[in-house]
């Protein structure tokens, strides 16, 4: 069984990151606060370079902290966002249904390839796509957008509506994805430590050759490396 609150004082035991990545006006800002349960109908300012929001999720007597960090879309803010991706164990793409579908595509494909070549291979990848209320009909992810979604390996989206907080269309199920994926992080982190330390030597080898032959890489391989403990 889990829950959630925000803005906890308790102390917990764990802490995943999270980072938003998407266009300006995408709703990446007050898509976050419907998870911490805000209702947000108003137009929301852009963010200036970052925003930051915790929320405490409890799973079988455990307190798992995730901190994300709601990054700007703005292109002038785009050399910060690497740096915030480097230890990031969750990775959420939003898009908006306002845009075309070559639009959504390209977008996709720039933010996917932007995180790609600077977080960890283990990293989790969910997709969002918000503003749900200001389009008719059922199609959402166009021709364009489908087949960028395969090529970028992510197998599912989610369709959301952010401005009426967690009641908004499709926020429960995005913020089960998320709980689920922080509650991955996590075992994963368990099950490594267990592992003997020869194992976990050959591991740590085997991670700084591959990200030492990415011939993509925009920055230090040794910036890549995420050792946080839970």
Request: with cysteine; charged share 20%.
């Amino acid at each position: 069984m889990s829950g959630a609150e925000c803005n906890s004082n308790d102390t917990s035991t764990s802490v995943v990151k999270l980072v938003t990545l998407g266009d300006v006006g995408t709703g990446k800002t007050t898509l976050c606060q419907a998870m911490c349960g805000t209702v947000n109908e108003a137009a929301t300012a852009p963010t200036l370079g970052l925003d930051f929001w915790s929320k405490l999720v409890h799973h079988n007597h455990e307190r798992i902290r995730l901190n994300a960090y709601d990054t700007s879309g703005q292109e002038r803010f785009e050399a910060l966002t690497p740096s915030y991706l480097r230890t990031a164990d969750i990775v959420l793409l939003v898009l908006s249904c306002t845009s075309h579908d070559k639009d959504m595509a390209d977008q996709l494909k720039k933010w996917h390839d932007m995180a790609r070549n600077n977080v960890s291979p283990g990293a989790r990848y969910i997709v969002a796509i918000t503003k749900r209320d200001l389009v008719d009909g059922t199609l959402i992810a166009g021709p364009m957008t489908a087949n960028q979604l395969v090529r970028c390996g992510l197998s599912r989206y989610h369709v959301v509506t952010g401005k009426h907080g967690f009641d908004g269309a499709g926020v429960h199920g995005l913020w089960d994805d998320v709980v689920q994926a922080v509650i991955s992080c996590c075992a994963e982190r368990s099950a490594q430590r267990r592992q003997p330390l020869s194992v976990q030597v050959a591991r740590y080898n085997n991670t700084t050759s591959a990200v030492n032959n990415d011939k993509n890489l925009s920055c230090p391989p040794w910036r890549r490396l995420h050792f946080d403990c839970c």
